[in-house]
């Protein structure tokens, strides 16, 4: 069984904080990775994805890709209240060809 | 701009009754999914349609019956479901599932409630 591994939270950090999230997955074969965002009662919202080693940033955030450790980062500058969700992180499934979701970390940014 | 419509938001049935989730796409995606997530859970896939032919099917029961009339088009089938069954139902496309870089978008989901 493939595995996407990621920290329940809650993290908890003050408003204009570096918000650090970290994902671990098993398919070394994996090419692909998301990060989605997801407030409650909400549908996921994709905010960034990740193909190749190193950074790739998008406005505050920036992910963060590992192969050889098999580890993917997502890290929001300037930490808002409003980025307070579940962050959910999802990796391309090889053989399946479709997202294998990790359980999510809920992020909350205190004013 | 990228939209995943699905109808209706909310919907509640009983275990006798026969109901239809709906999704539709219109940018021209090739491939479509239906996930369940239930409360506090990621979501969880269920089927894939690849050119409007099953790909996979994640061992669901027979109560879930997927189609897939045309491209743009994507239904759930609910017959004789369980109280268990209740969850957030999100439909989800992408241009080609194989192509490297396979990026998927989620509608806002239906809530299923089973009474």
């Known amino acids: 069984q493939k595995e996407v591994e990621q920290n329940s939270g809650p993290l908890s950090v003050p408003e204009g904080a570096i918000a650090s999230l970290n994902c671990t997955y098993s398919?070394?074969?994996?090419?692909?990775f998301f990060w989605y965002r997801q407030y409650s009662g909400k549908s996921p919202e994709l905010i960034m994805f990740?193909?190749?080693?190193g950074d790739k940033e998008d406005g505050r955030f920036t992910a963060q890709l590992n192969k050889a450790s098999q580890y993917v980062s997502l890290l929001i500058r300037d930490s808002q209240p409003s980025d307070s969700a579940t962050y959910l992180c999802?990796?391309?499934?090889?053989?399946?060809?479709?997202?294998?979701f990790g359980s999510g970390t809920r992020l909350q940014v205190q004013p | 701009d990228t939209e995943v419509t699905q109808t209706p938001k909310h919907l509640v049935m009983g275990m006798t009754n026969k109901k239809s989730l709906k999704c539709e796409q219109h940018?021209?995606?090739?491939?479509m999914y239906w996930y369940k997530q239930k409360a506090k859970k990621p979501p969880e896939l269920m089927f894939v349609y690849s050119y409007e032919k099953l790909s996979i099917n994640e061992s669901v029961p027979s109560r879930f019956s997927p189609e897939c009339p045309n491209s743009s088009l994507l239904n759930l089938h609910l017959h004789a479901l369980q109280p268990e069954d209740s969850a957030l139902y999100l439909c989800?496309?992408?241009?080609?599932?194989?192509?490297?870089?396979?990026?998927?978008?989620f509608g806002e989901g239906s809530w299923l409630t089973v009474v």
């Open positions: 940018m021209g995606h090739r491939a």
């Open positions: 999802a990796v391309m499934d090889t053989g399946r060809r479709a997202l294998t």
């Open positions: 989800a496309s992408s241009q080609d599932r194989l192509l490297s870089g396979n990026t998927i978008y």
């Open positions: 990740i193909y190749s080693n």
């Open positions: 398919d070394r074969g994996s090419q692909s």
